[in-house]
Nanobody
């Protein structure tokens, strides 16, 4: 079955931390870029971070220095460690895999930053 399953979202106070996880089918994960996007209410979906099979990473300017993307190729899992969370990080976070067959998306996980 071709799928991505995210977990780890929730409610956190400003300044707090969360770690998102996404486990993908091997056909999506192996050898491909994996990434995290987010979509806040009333806004377009935006790239947060992505990581190549070899570990090269890219980040949105708004999260640089606060978020870290990583992957465990043995577990077909990509992570997003989010520190120093801000109110504006509130969004639905989506895991994605970019394959030769096209892009695949998870169902999304809600992250809410609120005091």
């Amino acid at each position: 079955q071709v799928q991505l399953v995210e977990s780890g979202g929730g409610l956190v106070q400003p300044g707090g931390s969360l770690r998102l996880s996404c486990t993908a089918s091997r056909i999506i994960f192996s050898g491909n870029y994996m990434g995290w996007y987010r979509q806040a209410p009333g806004k377009q979906r935006e790239l947060v971070a992505r990581i190549s099979d070899g570990g090269n990473t890219n980040y949105a300017d708004s999260v640089k220095g606060r978020f870290t993307i990583s992957r465990d190729n043995a577990k077909n899992t990509v992570y997003l460690q989010m520190n120093s969370l801000k109110l504006e990080d509130t969004a639905v976070y989506y895991c994605t895999g970019a394959t030769k067959l096209g892009d695949f998306w998870g169902q999304g996980t809600q992250v809410t930053v609120s005091s």
